[in-house]
T-cell receptor
Framework: QKEVEQDPGPLSVPEGAIVSLNCTYS??????FMWYRQYSRKGPELLMY????GNKEDGRFTAQVDKSSKYISLFIRDSQPSDSATYLC????????????FGAGTRLAVHP | DTAVSQTPKYLVTQMGNDKSIKCEQN?????MYWYKQDSKKFLKIMFS???????INETVPNRFSPKSPDKAHLNLHINSLELGDSAVYFC??????????????FGAGSRLTVL
């Protein structure tokens, strides 16, 4: 079993839709949860970062962590064509070295 | 100003050749990384250096040799290239090596194609 599971998609939605992206992880030692966005032919860039269970909002983006279910989500409201990218979840254990473990990435296409 | 820059962006070479990728960061970070992203977009850590010292060394063939001449630079040399080495190699940096509120900043990637 992979440490982080993420549906690779692709996911195609119309502009203005609410998008839900999800990951599950296997090890309860993981404490830090991140979402990276990667445009085609570019490096990943950090979108959201959470530590505890619950929700964190930043503009149209909401990151949600449910540690009891080992489930993390990213919601995008009012999706725009510029949101078309691959979204990678990443997790990190507490303590030790900064060794991010990435999901496979979900490719999202928002069409006008 | 580019924060993490890698050269070259594209590299096409024959099997058996040796090649290098260079990385530089101007963020003043102590830690630098090499990640490999395969054709399925799966991003996996290879190495990490903290202040020129090798800290993380994942299960990577010893044909791959990282070198950090100073904390702002991390190079990757690959000997005897194989078809399976074809991938995008990303350099990244972070403030420090310890887990926690340590955000990684990635370069744009170096796409290696081995023929």
């Amino acid at each position: 079993q992979k440490e982080v599971e993420q549906d690779p998609g692709p996911l195609s939605v119309p502009e203005g839709a609410i998008v839900s992206l999800n990951c599950t992880y296997s090890n309860s030692a993981f404490q830090y949860f991140m979402w990276y966005r990667q445009y085609s032919r570019k490096g990943p860039e950090l979108l959201m970062y959470t530590y505890s269970s619950g929700n964190k909002e930043d503009g149209r983006f909401t990151a949600q962590v449910d540690k009891s279910s080992k489930y993390i989500s990213l919601f995008i409201r009012d999706s725009q064509p510029s949101d078309s990218a691959t979204y990678l979840c990443a997790i990190l254990p507490s303590g030790g070295y900064n060794k991010l473990i990435f999901g496979a990435g979900t490719r999202l296409a928002v069409h006008p | 100003d580019t924060a993490v820059s890698q050269t070259p962006k594209y590299l096409v070479t024959q099997m058996g050749n040796d090649k290098s990728i260079k990385c530089e960061q101007n963020l003043g970070h102590d830690t630098m990384y090499w990640y490999k992203q395969d054709s399925k977009k799966f991003l996996k850590i290879m190495f990490s250096y903290n202040n020129k010292e090798l800290i993380i060394n994942e299960t990577v063939p010893n044909r791959f040799s990282p070198k950090s001449p100073d904390k702002a630079h991390l190079n990757l040399h690959i000997n005897s290239l194989e078809l399976g080495d074809s991938a995008v190699y990303f350099c990244a940096s972070s403030q420090e090596i310890l887990s926690g509120a340590n955000v990684l900043t990635f370069g744009a990637g170096s796409r290696l194609t081995v023929l």
